[in-house]
Nanobody, 112 residues
């Protein structure tokens, strides 16, 4: 079975940084596209950032210049570096591998 588990979330003040990690097992990691999504209360889940097999990246307008997605095929892990965090970034963040493999989600709260 595919196992995807996010880590690195928590509480941070506005302007702070967090790095989310998403190691994956049970898949051929290097052949899949992947991404990070988030969902705030009473909102739809939205894509935050994605990265292709070849390393091309795409970001939501709201996080451009602040977030960076990367992947390590040796460690079979996708990362999301989040800098200059804002209260509106508060949400549950989900890691997605390929088209249908999701982590359980991890809370990120930005508050003073």
């Amino acid at each position: 079975q595919v196992r995807v588990v996010e880590s690195g979330g928590g509480l941070v003040q506005p302007g702070g940084s967090l790095r989310l990690s998403c190691p994956a097992s049970g898949i051929l990691f290097s052949i899949h596209n992947m991404g990070w999504y988030r969902q705030a209360p009473v909102t739809q889940r939205e894509v935050v950032a994605s990265i292709t097999v070849g390393g091309s990246t795409t970001y939501a307008d709201s996080v451009k210049g602040r977030f960076t997605i990367s992947r390590d095929n040796t460690e079979k892990t996708v990362y999301l570096q989040m800098n200059n965090l804002k209260p509106e970034d508060t949400a549950v963040y989900y890691c997605k591998i390929a088209s249908d493999s999701w982590g359980q989600g991890i809370q990120v709260t930005v508050s003073s």
